[in-house]
């Protein structure tokens, strides 16, 4: 059974960091394309970036390109997403997703603010 766990989000100021994790279990990290996704209130969920399976390739939307990073760790099992430069539109809940053996599979979701 696939389960993703996302973990670090939180409260911070324009300007400020958070690193957001995402620990996945009955799959391996390294073999899958995992994504984050983030839904603000109100608003459609939406894609914000993704490592490729095939050779860990990041992809950013452009709205957080050159502010996020994505990354794994084999070791730990872990997708993670370092969210710099935050603005207020940043605000939402950020989910981790991954599409295997024919199914999408969502994290359980993690709340991000951004506001003074």
């Known amino acids: 059974q696939v389960t993703l766990v996302e973990s670090g989000g939180g409260s911070v100021q324009p300007g400020g960091s958070l690193r957001l994790s995402c620990v996945a279990s009955?799959?391996?990290?390294?073999?899958?394309?995992i994504g984050w996704f983030r839904q603000a209130p109100g608003k459609e969920r939406e894609g914000v970036s993704c490592?490729?399976?095939?050779?860990?390739?990041?992809h950013y939307e452009d709205f957080v390109r050159g502010r996020f990073t994505i990354s794994r760790d084999k070791a730990f099992n872990t997708v993670y997403l370092e969210m710099n430069s935050l603005k207020p539109e940043d605000t939402g809940v950020y989910y981790c997703?991954?599409?295997?053996?024919?199914?999408?599979?969502w994290g359980q979701g993690i709340q991000v603010t951004v506001s003074s």
């Open positions: 009955g799959l391996s990290v390294d073999f899958t394309t």
């Open positions: 490592i490729s399976a095939t050779d860990g390739t990041p």
């Open positions: 997703h991954v599409a295997w053996e024919w199914s999408n599979y």
